[in-house]
Structure formats: structure tokens, C-alpha cells
């Protein structure tokens, strides 16, 4: 097939106006990073990770869910941060294995709500942690500590094909995720 120049002008102007909004996206995101990371600084405490990842939290989801495409960027980003500020500062101002759980839930259904593969990993890797899954690094090493192999084996196989199993019955947005989930 060949282009027609007037086809070729259409395409020119959505891919510049696709452009403009994507680094308005990613000037913002920024922006929003930068503040979150001042005010932590200044006021380092859980409640303020909580205070902040439940605003950017918020923002990321009522993006997400609004199915506004200009924005999508900048809803992702600010999911995911808010998130992990979210379930960080919770973890750390209510240090229990059943609040943690909790949090790898409310991940999980955040990932499913918002379709949201990124989330959907962070669900999986804060259970591999509620389950004793644990990393060090020290001068040009890395480690990994899993205490109890067969637990993790066992549960992670029936979450992969829970997931992989549900994802054949899921929409194509939410299959994805499921499918993201169970790898």
C-alpha cells in the first residue's frame, strides 16, 4: 500500500500531539517525584509515606480509571509510586505479618482495578516477602535468601496456575495482568 500525502499530514499532526503529552506526562511525573521526595526528607516518618502514597495513590487510580489515554502516563507513574509509599509506610508504622498480607491483597486488587501489570508484579514480590523471601547487597554482591524453598515453590506454583487458569476466563485488560501475576 502506498501513503497518501494527506494521510501522510494526518499522521504527522497525531504523532506530534501524542509527543506534546507524553513529555507533559513525564514533566509533571517528575515534578510530582520531586516534591515526594522533598517532603519525605523533611518529615521522614511512615505517616508521612502513608500521607503521600495515599494522594499519589489516588491520583494514579482516578487516572487509571477515568480511561483517559493523555494522561495514562502520569497516571501509572503516580500509581505505582503511591503504592509502593502506601504499603511501605503501612508496613513500617504497623509492623505484622497479618497487616502485610493485607497490603500484598490491596495491591493485588489495585493491580486489577487500575489493569496494572507493574502493581501486579509488586503483589507477587511483597508475597514472596510475607512468605521469609529476603534480598541483601553488600559491596558488589547481591543475595538472596529464600529460608523455606519448598513453601515458596508451593505457593508460588499454585498462584501461577490459579492466575493462568482465571486469565482464560478474564477480558483482555485484566488477562493481561493475570497473566503478569502468574510469570
Not at 90 to 101: F, K
Not at 133 to 150: C, F, G, K, Q, V
Amino acid at each position: 500500500g502506498e501513503l497518501t500525502p494527506e494521510e501522510a499530514e494526518r499522521l504527522k499532526k497525531l504523532a506530534a500531539r501524542d509527543t506534546g503529552a507524553l513529555g507533559a506526562n513525564i514533566l509533571i511525573g517528575f515534578g510530582i517525584v520531586v516534591v515526594a521526595v522533598g517532603v519525605a526528607a523533611i518529615v521522614p516518618s511512615p505517616v508521612t509515606a502513608i500521607v503521600l502514597g495515599a494522594l499519589l495513590f489516588a491520583l494514579g487510580m482516578a487516572i487509571a480509571l477515568s480511561g483517559e489515554r493523555n494522561w495514562a502516563v502520569l497516571g501509572q507513574m503516580s500509581l505505582v509510586l503511591g503504592a509502593l509509599a502506601l504499603a511501605g509506610g503501612i508496613v513500617a508504622q504497623w509492623d505484622s505479618l497479618y497487616v502485610a498480607y493485607a497490603v500484598v491483597a490491596g495491591l493485588a486488587v489495585s493491580a486489577a482495578l487500575a489493569r496494572s501489570g507493574l502493581l501486579a508484579s509488586i503483589a507477587v514480590l511483597a508475597l514472596a516477602s510475607c512468605i521469609g523471601a529476603e534480598t541483601d547487597y553488600t559491596h558488589a554482591r547481591y543475595a538472596l535468601s529464600i529460608p523455606e524453598p519448598a513453601i515458596s515453590v508451593g505457593v508460588f506454583s499454585v498462584l501461577a496456575l490459579a492466575l493462568y487458569v482465571v486469565s482464560k476466563r478474564l477480558p483482555p485488560d485484566h488477562e493481561r495482568v493475570a497473566i503478569i501475576g502468574s510469570r
